[in-house]
């Protein structure tokens, strides 16, 4: 079974950015619509951003879009997250996770089962 672990999450003031990595062990993401999820300390998670397995299309939330690029590298089995001029807003543990489409990421995440999450990675953006 693929196990996905995200990482690259920290401390950084508004305005910064991060760059998050998610990996796969276990199996490859290369034929898998990959996305980005949070969840806001006390607050449901939150669909983030969403790509394709060609790279050729991505999907993105209303509060990140222009600010975040998610990307992908099939070749080290990576995906991604691009943040810039972040916000305290963005203060949340960041996961990812796999489906056939960004289409089915940004509608059925509410969905998955807990296994099907990984390891998360908190960000911190303090003002």
């Known amino acids: 079974q693929v196990q996905l672990v995200a990482s690259g999450g920290g401390l950084v003031q508004a305005g910064g950015s991060l760059r998050l990595s998610c990996t796969a062990s276990?199996?490859?993401?290369?034929?898998?619509?990959m996305g980005w999820f949070r969840q806001p300390p006390g607050r449901v998670r939150e669909f983030v951003a969403a790509i394709r397995w060609t790279g050729d299309s991505t999907l993105y939330g209303d509060s990140v879009k222009g600010r975040f690029t998610i990307s992908r590298d099939n070749l080290k089995n990576t995906v991604y997250l691009q943040m810039n001029s972040l916000k305290p807003e963005d203060t949340a543990d960041y996961y990812c996770a796999s489906d056939s489409s960004p289409e089915r990421l940004r509608s059925n995440f509410e969905q998955y089962e807990r296994d099907r999450w990984g390891r998360g990675t908190q960000v911190t953006v303090s003002s």
């Open positions: 276990g199996g490859t993401l290369r034929f898998y619509a």
